[in-house]
Each structure stands twice: as C-alpha cells, then as structure tokens.
C-alpha cells in the first residue's frame, strides 16, 4: 500500500496536531465592535449577536485530519494518524459531542473547545484501536478571554467522559474513504467495511434481525446473533449507552427481555466482547471480525 504521509506531518505532539489543523482561538466576527464585546452578559441584543459570530465561527463537532502511516518503518501496526478540534456542549451536568444543530454557550468556550490527537493502529486481535491518545485545550483557551466568560478549568473528568474512541475511529476511517489502496488494505487484511459496505450491512442486518429465522431448538442460526452484534455496535456509536437495549428492542419491534437475551447470546457466541460487571458496551467479538 502506497503510503501518502511524510516525516513532516507526523503528529507527535500538541504543537503538531495545532498545525495540523490550522487552529487558532475562535474570535467574534470581525463586524462586532471591539468596544461592544465588553457589554457581554449586560446587554441582551449584544449578547445574542455574540451568540450568532460564535455560531458561525466554530469548526463541525468533530474536526479531523488523518493520513494513512501503514508501511512506515518500524511502525507496520499503525494504520494511521489523525488530529481532531472536538466540540463539546453541556447536557446537564455532563459534556457530550456536539451535533451540528449545537452550540456551546459563547461564555463556556475555554472549556468546551479541545483538541485531540494520537495513532489508529491494529490491536492484537485484529480490532482498530486507539494507541495513543492525547488531548489539550484549544489555543488560547488559558488566557484572559471577553469579560463575562468562564475562567479555564483544564481537563476534567466531563471532558474525558465526552471522548469517545469509538467515534474518533470511524470518523478517522470515514475521513480516508477516498483513500482506495487504504480501504482495500482494511477490507483485505482486517475485514474493515468501508463506509457504503457499512451502512449497507447495517440495513442488511436491520431486515433480517427483525424477521428472524426459524429457531432451531431454543435458538436461533448464529447468522442471526451476528447481526444483533452489528445494530447492537451501531448503537454504542450513535452514542446510545444507559438505553441502549431498549433502543435495540424499540429498533427490531421486541420486548427488552427479548433483547437482553439476544445480545447476551451474541456476547457468548463471540460476535461482542465480554461486558464489565453488567454495564453497557462492548467492541466487536473475534468471530465478528474474523
């Protein structure tokens, strides 16, 4: 596979992955007077012009730059490296990612603004993985911002809980579609879908789990866990977790009970990896990847 980075563009460190992607503080549009910006938390009509000149200058929820490593030597595990600007917004008391339709409070800036950076490799069992992965505050987010701002409060656990690999993952493989040698790599070597033969999986798997085969037995073809397996990780990386089996079963028109037990047999079957004391989650199993 042609490898299309070079030693220049590697991104090892914070000042790297900031050139990376071009960052730089975000500023009021350049039509907002100066003087005016004092006026914010005062004035209510400035206050919402400010709102707007954010609105229009932040970067999507996710920002990312990837280019494919594979072949560099000394390093044949690492599939890639990318550098992402995350946007974040407060959902009560937490962090989460942003969708487009989002956007922080301008006075929260400093600390909903991060950026991310680290290695798409190839862990043992065959699963793309997260090795490693860094993250620092926006530039410009430790200094003196307009008054009426929140101060800076540096990473927390809200802003590590809103991180969420899996998405990184299949935002960095999705931003190297048009990468044909590099897709054709993971489909070959690692049985990775590329982006159309995903969805179109997905849609396959929907059809068949919610008119399931005759069972033989007391269960079903383990074709029909496999796909419970894929709805069930498309879930996780819609970003559904707490609910998560509910949403399953609303999904395929079952009861949550029903559910439950389907995606605890694909768990056993070894299509979803073991949970954690009961708790939501799971990457691909080795029969789902292999």
Not at 37 to 60: K, M, N, R, T, Y
Not at 191 to 201: F, G, N, S, T, V
Not at 216 to 223: K, Q
Request: charged letters at 25%.
């Amino acid at each position: 596979m042609t490898d299309t980075s070079d030693v220049q563009r590697r991104v090892g460190s914070y000042d790297d992955a900031c050139r990376v992607l071009n960052a730089r503080p975000l500023q009021p549009d350049v039509d907002v007077p100066r003087k005016e910006i004092v006026q914010f938390g005062v004035d209510e009509d400035w206050a919402e012009q400010l709102q707007h000149a954010a609105a229009h200058s932040l970067p999507p929820p996710i920002w990312l730059k990837a280019f494919p490593l594979s072949g560099l030597p000394g390093r044949p595990e690492v599939i890639a490296e990318f550098a992402a600007g995350l946007l974040l917004f407060r959902n009560g008391r937490r962090l989460a990612l942003a969708t487009p339709g989002q956007r922080p409070p301008f006075s929260d800036r400093p600390n909903l603004r991060w950026i991310c950076w680290g290695d798409l490799i190839v862990a043992p069992r065959g699963n793309l993985a997260l090795s490693p992965l860094a993250i620092g505050p926006w530039p410009g987010a430790t200094q003196p911002l307009e008054p009426g701002s929140r101060g800076f409060d540096g990473i927390t656990t809200d802003v590590l809980r809103a991180i969420r690999p899996d998405i990184l993952i299949r935002a960095t493989v999705d931003h190297l579609k048009d990468a044909a040698e590099w897709q054709q790599y993971l489909a070959e070597r690692h049985h990775y879908a590329i982006p159309e033969e995903h969805r179109r999986l997905l849609a396959d798997a929907l059809q068949r789990a919610g008119s399931p085969p005759p069972r033989d037995g007391r269960s079903y073809p383990d074709e029909h866990y496999r796909d419970i397996a894929r709805l069930y990780l498309d879930l996780l990386d819609q970003g559904h977790r707490r609910h998560i089996t509910a949403e399953l079963a609303q999904q395929l028109d079952i009861p949550t009970s029903t559910a439950r037990n389907w995606i605890h047999r694909a768990r056993t079957l070894g299509y979803l990896t073991p949970s954690r004391q009961g708790q939501p989650g799971a990457h691909a199993g080795p029969r789902l990847i292999s």
